[in-house]
């Protein structure tokens, strides 16, 4: 998969271990080693012209920084885990020559914090929810007239509007400002609260936060809740608040214990006393490619038992498998659903629930960036084998035509815009990495010379052709245009022994390598000859090469 856009700087900028064309745990020797084998083709002293002195001059002031770089600890620590962007930070001198890259990560995230300090003020945290609900138990529902005959009727009908938005602003590192309001109505009764909460961080133990709402539905009602680390496995918080209303001062506690079972394993007990009272424990298990959650509440009025898994697709598009049975005093209800990403800011997502009492709902939530869209709708007041059936295959097939008619098309030119405009925007540095990359292959061509004689004389590995870039692999899309380099001489350049050894990284860095198609996904191709038999191998950008391998051999 292609480099993201944003990500496309410090790639096009060269990776200090595909320069020197080491693996990123490469010993102090290895890296010597391979620095003294560049330094020899690169060196200013090994060129007689002027303009060729001038290139090798800028590669060897890059090979020198590489090296400069990786051959120290401390700056190494930094470059593995920031990059270039790392050691351009501010403050760096002053730290010791000892550190561990633990210390050295924590020193980094330190002079962050400072940097970002500036930019508080000026930052906040918009979230927001619009709810629209609609009763369509008229389009399932069959009724009796008076001649004692069905008959069906199309009326919808919204039954529930809701819309919430908040804004945190930070004021320090320690302390923020959030401010939330929402608007709701139900069934032609409506109403509204807002909220203002403070909270401060103390990095010693926990946080803690007072909030203030007013509504006109309930009265004021004025909180304080406070979390504290009890471990590095555990943790409690706990909120009280008194609520003002007709009928006098109503106060509520809410307390949370947690802790860390397993390494992806949590369990919670809370406690709640008050309008309603309720002892609810749960267990959650998380995991890279699942999620499953086990509930049971005992409480005034409702008592369940929840049971829930999730599946978490690893595909670029994250979709995900949710599926949730909930048995309780109020009835059971079963839910399934899933969701999916459309794009670099929105999931899509659907749910259908069946319960008794409750009859068939349908769900549908688009989460845009920080603000999520929520449509439930009322199908039947009855569970009923066709409504259960429209209800899960209907929005299925209406995102299988609108991702194959309008999402897909539209993410592919929205693509392939992004990489026009960086390429526009990026030509001259983009034809200044080029302008190096053919000086550095002209400066290997002695080099390359010797080493094709040496492997000729004895029948070792020669590189007959090499290309790298957007290789066209699939001869079923005629429409498609390789976008490719030249890279037999650097290639051939980096052969010791009859053998060749690319390492696992990017190799736009590498001496006589450029980026002939930014933003889109490259290849390099190689066919060679061994031992008098040609051999032609395939690998992705970041993937390791090492030849000659039976493998790869060409059969007559």
Known sequence: MAAPIEEQDEVEDGDFYSLLNVRREATQEELKAAYRRLCMVYHPDKHASAVDKRHADAMFTRLHRAYEVLSDPQTRAIYDIYGKRGLDMEGWEVAKRTRTQAEVQDEFEQLKKEREERRLQQRTNPKGTVLLGLDLTDLFDSYDDEDGEYTRTTQMEVNRMAIAQSIEAPISLRDAVSLAGSLSTQNGTGGGSLTLVFRRLYPSWGWAEADVELGDVIGPTVGLKVHQNVSARSSVSCRGAILSSAGGMRPGITCVITRRLAPHTTGSLTWRWGVISAMNTSIIRDTESSHLALTLQLGVPNSFVLLSGQYKGQDENRTRLKASLRVGVFGTVLEYGAERKISRHSILGASVSLGLPHGVHLRLRLNRASQLYTIPMHLASEVSPSVVLYATVTPLLAYLALDRLVIQPYLRSRKEREVQEQRENRSSEMQKHKEEAEAAVRLMQETVRRNVEAEEAKMGLVVMQAWYGRLVLDASAPGERARVIDVTAPLQCLVR?????????????????????????????????FRGVLHQVTVGDAEPLKIPRQSHRIDS
Do not use: H, I, N, R
Not at 502 to 514: C, D, I, L, Q, R
């Open 497 to 529: 022994q009859s053998k060749l050894v690319v390492t696992e990284a990017s190799k736009v860095g590498m001496p006589g390598f450029y980026d002939p198609c930014v933003g889109e996904e490259k290849s390099l191709k190689v066919l060679y000859q």
